[in-house]
């Protein structure tokens, strides 16, 4: 059995009765960062092996984890913060899982576009989520191509790139598109920023900013 296990996005209280149960229960837990992961089990007193699983080397350990996992291993799979899959590793050893017979269950918990979407003012019933958007190559097409999408669109983004990414975003969508920047989500200085994105890159160039960001911008008018 693999367990996908949300984990707090800011404020530890943010973890599910379950998802604790779920990490007491496991053989093994694996961990985008184990430092950050041991400093929540810590929290919450929960004493388990920790194995790192990320970006760098998810291709080279996910054949030996899912044979593990056969062989009847329960492993709880975390992220650093939210949903693992979600703009973070999951999706290999996911598709292994399944190719493999392997049960998975993801629990349902914290995603940071989530509260960001409801919170932005801007219509939810309809939305496009992108994550981070390519540095170099591929972002002037998926800008060009996002720029008549009429649902309300998310991204993820950097405290550093961040008034660079809204200043594209004005060029391809228009200055005047309505927008929302929200950071720091559920911690001591969670800030939610809105207005056009010409205004909102305005504000964010006048100050240091910190944390993880979620831009929601609202769809083309049609």
């Known amino acids: 059995m693999l367990y996908l296990v949300p984990t707090p996005i800011g ?3 943010d973890i599910t009765l379950r998802a604790l149960e779920v990490l007491k229960e496991v053989d093994v837990i694996l961990a985008e960062d184990t430092r950050n992961t041991g400093h929540l089990l810590n929290h919450y007193q929960v004493s388990k092996p920790l194995t790192p699983y990320h970006q760098h080397n998810e291709h080279k350990i996910t ?3 899912v044979d593990q996992l056969v062989a009847g291993r329960r492993m709880a799979l975390v992220t650093d913060a939210g949903t ?3 703009s973070d590793p999951a999706f290999l050893l996911v598709r292994a899982c399944i190719k493999a017979g392997v049960k998975v269950e993801s629990l349902p918990g914290a995603t940071a576009f ?8 801007l219509p939810t019933n309809r939305f ?3 994550g981070f958007l390519p540095l170099k190559k591929g972002r002037h097409s998926l800008l060009e ?6 649902r309300t669109l998310i991204f993820y983004e950097s405290p550093m790139r961040l008034v660079k990414t809204l200043n594209d975003l004005a060029g391809y ?3 005047d598109r309505e927008c929302s920047v929200s950071r720091e989500l559920t911690k001591l200085y969670e800030e939610t920023q809105r207005g056009t994105l010409a205004e909102v890159a305005a504000y964010f160039s006048q100050k240091t900013v910190k944390g993880e960001i979620v831009i929601v911008v609202k769809g083309m008018d049609t």
Not at 114 to 121: D, E, F
């Open 11 to 13: 404020n530890l209280k």
């Open 63 to 65: 054949a030996h984890l």
């Open 84 to 86: 693992p899959g979600i």
């Open 114 to 121: 989530v509260p960001a979407l409801v919170n932005s003012g």
């Open 128 to 130: 496009c989520f992108e």
């Open 145 to 150: 191509s996002l720029k008549t999408e009429e």
């Open 173 to 175: 969508f228009g200055a």
